[in-house]
């Protein structure tokens, strides 16, 4: 059995600092890019609204924010700061770079070599991802850096790490995913009317693994490549175990 290794490296900062630019050395305040100003009358009230105070959605934050896709504190720490990247700056002069807020508040850029994309916020954070080795990621990393940097951003290579390794191989064989969620109940979940994959979470390495009845077999979630190829000589007996006879 031959295991693809498929490597898919994200990085993220912590609350306190970022990925592409730390909090304290930049991001030049301005207007949010996408954000409406509510009117307000003359008594200092929102218009047309007599509910006191700030008026929230039903996840009880503001509105009028622009969100990325980060924890709620992740969130609150750069809000907080009033720190941000010009994501329409960015979009306009760099290349091959997409940016439409109303579908995603951030930066879509690629890059062909190595190949890979780049999720930009405006926080300041950067998700690069499907670079097929880790050295190929931070290389990709540092690119997307120098794209910042080149535009007067005083963007900053830090806090880099890798959040997670995809892995894909085919086992050559059929398999009865039913019998296979019956016996591994605590770790499987299958589905077929949802999802034609059984989920299956492995505890140690803590891998998750999609099991289709051909014989893929995609696993995500690792830190390192050891991970994945542990987790695969893990499941393979399982596999064998549980192969389809016809």
Known sequence: VVLDVVVVVAWWAASSSHVLVSQRELVRPGPLVGVREVPRSSHGRRAGGKRKGRERDGSGSDPTSVRDPTTAAEYRGYGQHGLWLDLKKIALHAKNAEYNPKRFAAVIMRIREPRSTALIFASGKMVCTGAKSEHLAKLATKKYVKVIQRLDFPALFKDYKI?????????????????????????????????????????????????????????????TKEEIYTAFENIYPVLLEYRKVA
């Open 163 to 223: 959040q997670n390794i995809v892995g894909s191989c085919d086992v050559k064989f059929p398999i009865r995913l039913e019998g296979l969620a019956f016996s591994h109940g605590n770790f499987s979940s299958y589905e077929p009317e949802l999802f034609p994959g059984l989920i299956y979470r492995m505890v140690q390495p803590k891998v998750v693994l999609l099991i289709f009845v051909s014989g893929k077999v995609v696993l995500t979630g690792a830190k």
